[in-house]
């Protein structure tokens, strides 16, 4: 099974992104949502969780989320990647299930 | 009636819930009754006043133009916490400019907002007789 | 509510404001000025102008305290004060100016 879960809160807020990445399996993916897209800056308090668990799960940010907080891809983390609304679909229909981490 | 002292935390970001834009909204129309206001930019409410905001692709209104507008509701106390800006890899210079004109210095541009660190911050909340939380 | 311009039909709220801001037009404007009671001068229009410009800028439509002192620094003190401007509009120059330049209810007024 392949998993890939989305999370849209800010990793400085909630722990959602922490928990996700600690239930992720390797080879499962991550998308970072809505305030979730906080979680792919370089710099922050919360980095080290993504850019540690980096090479066993794939990690994707969405772009229009990121403008709409004026985060600039030049700032995020190094390995994930940026994707729009159809490449949401293409995760969801590419993975055997989404998980949602509120 | 005497003047109180008036301060709004925000500490949420923008967009992802509805309480940054309903901050500023109570903020503009208690502008309106002439009371000492201030402003805490706090946690991941300092992502509030990020430049460069664009939300046309995701369909919600940009409301961060509006901050800009706050030096004319007479709004010029706008503190931001240090340790926020640290933990979130940001600095002064990734927020936008807000101003104010002074009146007592002829209507010479100033910055509006100040950069203070928590234990400053911890002094601004204790000195204001009323706090309203976002 | 709808307003009928010129054989269109444009969607406003119950006080009269339009719905969509992006469908206003001069027309619409002088539309919704006949239904206030009043007649478009060039006075009138500097105002509605200006509003216009101010929402484009900042995303609201100011108070009219704000408006008042605004209006006095860009377009002379004579022009920034409410004798003026409530000439121009009786009902309150945010409230009346506002609907007519389609944007929402200024942001503190009720």
């Known amino acids: 099974m392949s998993q890939l879960h989305t999370v849209n809160k800010s990793p400085l807020d909630r722990n959602a992104l922490e928990s996700a990445i600690q239930h992720a399996t390797k080879g499962n993916a991550v998308l970072m949502i809505e305030d979730g897209v906080y979680g792919a800056m370089q710099g922050t308090q919360k980095s080290a969780i993504v850019s540690d668990a980096i090479g066993d799960i794939s990690f994707y940010v969405m772009g229009p989320d990121l403008k709409a907080r004026g985060i600039d891809e030049a700032r995020i983390i190094d390995g994930i990647k940026v994707v729009d609304y159809s490449g949401f679909v293409e995760l969801v229909a590419k993975h055997d299930a989404t998980q949602s981490w509120l | ?134 | 509510m709808a307003l009928d311009v010129g054989g269109k039909s444009v969607e406003t709220d119950e006080e009269g404001y339009l719905e969509n801001r992006d469908e206003w037009t001069q027309e619409i404007a002088e539309a919704i000025a006949v239904s206030e009671n009043l007649e478009m001068s060039d006075s009138h229009w500097e105002v509605v102008n200006f509003l216009r410009e101010y929402y484009e800028e900042y995303q609201i439509a100011p108070a009219v305290r704000v408006l008042t002192k605004a209006i006095g620094k860009k377009l002379g003190k004579d022009k920034g004060n409410s004798k003026y401007l409530y000439e121009l509009y009786p009902y309150g120059p945010a409230k009346q100016a506002c609907k007519i330049a389609g944007l929402p209810k200024p942001t503190g007024c009720v």
């Open chain 2, 1 to 134: 009636m005497s003047t109180k002292k008036f301060l709004y935390v925000n500490r949420k970001a923008p967009y992802g819930t509805i309480y940054a834009l309903e901050s500023l909204e109570v903020v503009l129309i208690g502008a309106a009754f002439e009371q000492d206001v201030s402003l805490a930019f706090l946690d991941d409410g300092v992502y509030q006043l990020a430049k460069g905001q664009s939300t046309e692709e995701v369909g919600m209104k940009n409301f961060s133009p509006t901050y800009r507008a706050l030096g004319d509701y007479d709004v010029n106390k706008i503190y931001v916490e240090q340790e926020s800006l640290d933990a979130r890899g940001l600095t002064l210079d990734d927020l936008q400019p807000l101003t104010y004109e002074d009146e007592d210095d002829d209507w010479a541009e100033k910055d509006s907002i100040k950069v203070v660190s928590t234990a400053e911050m911890a002094e601004i909340m204790e000195q204001s007789d009323v706090v309203m939380s976002f």
